[in-house]
């Protein structure tokens, strides 16, 4: 059964870069079917689309955040990675990864499966 | 960007019927087929309830059914259960590439 789970740090200052990894267990990464996702959620707040990555590295990214924000994948590992640089509170989320099943090859535009969920702070 | 529509607060008795709305535009909802809608209780991940305007993925009640209307998606629970008590979004697909997420609705089973 596949699994996913976040994993970084859970205090960033402003100005920083807020970095988070994805561990894909129980399937590989490296499908030819999927995506993988990354959403957040402020605190009581709503839900945020950042952006998805395909196995051989293929982004697509929010425009609202793609000037700060840098998704990768790291086959040999299992894993996909989310960079945010430039970071203020507003950054301040719950972050998501998951997964986008494809759609005939191409994107399905939703997750059927999401990790727990990892909190990030933006503080000094 | 701005968020699809929602209402903030649903409700209904046990075994009634409610219907959520997400109101978008021609440049997501009104023109693609990838309506998706999420459920999420307090402190955990959201869960896929509906995918492409009606489909639902395995496991999921067949209590839970969506549709589309124009600029309009909704979700309609049938033989509401205080299990279904939850926070629930709607996304769409929107041109320029990218995904755009309804700015939630809470069911409350009274």
């Known amino acids: 059964q596949l699994q996913l789970q976040e994993s970084g740090p859970g205090l960033v200052k402003p100005s920083e870069t807020l970095s988070l990894t994805c561990t894909v267990s129980g399937g590989s990464i490296s499908s030819r079917t999927y995506y993988w996702g990354w959403i957040r959620q402020p605190p009581g707040k709503g839900l945020e689309w950042i952006g998805i990555?395909?196995?051989?590295?293929?982004?697509f990214y929010n425009p609202s955040l793609k000037s700060r924000l840098t998704i990768s994948v790291d086959t040999s590992k299992n894993q996909f990675s989310l960079n945010l640089n430039s970071v203020t509170a507003a950054d301040t989320a719950v972050y998501y990864c998951a997964r986008d099943p494809g759609h005939y090859g191409g994107r399905a535009w939703y997750f059927d499966l999401w990790g727990r969920g990892t909190l990030v702070t933006v503080s000094s | 960007q701005s968020a699809l529509t929602q209402p903030a607060s649903v409700s209904g008795s046990p075994g009634q019927s409610i219907t959520i709305s997400c109101t978008g535009t021609?440049?997501?909802?009104?023109?693609?087929?990838?309506v998706s809608w999420y459920q999420q209780h307090p402190g955990t991940a959201p869960k896929l309830v509906i995918y492409e305007i009606s489909n639902r993925p395995p496991g999921i009640s067949n209590r839970f059914s969506g549709s589309k209307s124009g600029n309009t998606a909704s979700l309609t629970i049938s033989g509401l259960q205080t299990e279904d008590e939850a926070d629930y979004y709607c996304?769409?697909?929107?041109?320029?590439?990218?995904?755009?997420f309804g700015t939630g609705t809470k069911v409350t089973v009274l």
């Open positions: 990555v395909f196995y051989n590295g293929v982004t």
């Open positions: 996304s769409s697909y929107r041109s320029s590439v990218t995904v755009i």
């Open positions: 021609s440049s997501d909802i009104g023109d693609y087929n990838y």
